[in-house]
């Protein structure tokens, strides 16, 4: 299997080692064949909501498990992933966010205070989903389709913009 974008190691990682531990993060694990199939279902959840290839993802969280399957969400559908400093103000992050124009705001229900704040500066064209609970699992769940087959994503795309 040739390697070219993180979408090409992402499914090659769930090929050679799908059982294996790719996260441990509050004492659940998750594998290499969990991972991809988590992000997969986010990454058609996502297209479900006019997110496209080239669109610009904003994640508002601090460390834990969703993060790493959002980003393996973006990395496999094309869209470019925007990580937003939660120790920033809010009229800072509302900065960055209007110079990338992100469609949609991924947030840690921890970040739920500073969220609010920025979204009464900034507002999302595609909305805001929490990432955490029964939304954001049922997301993961959703069957894989277009936004993640093979191809979709190419070596010279755009992976992530930091600020």
Known sequence: MRIETLADLHRRNAWLHGERVAIV???RTTTYAQLLRQAQGLAQHLAGQGVVAGDRVAILARNRAEVIVTLAACELA???AVGLNHRLAAPELATICADCAPALLVVDPALAALAGSLLALWSP???VLPM???DFAAACATPPGEATRVGAVGPGDLA???Y
């Open 132 to 134: 955490a609970g029964d």
């Open 160 to 162: 992530y913009l930091l």
């Open 125 to 127: 064209a595609r909305g």
């Open 25 to 27: 993060h509050d004492g």
């Open 78 to 80: 094309g869209y470019v």
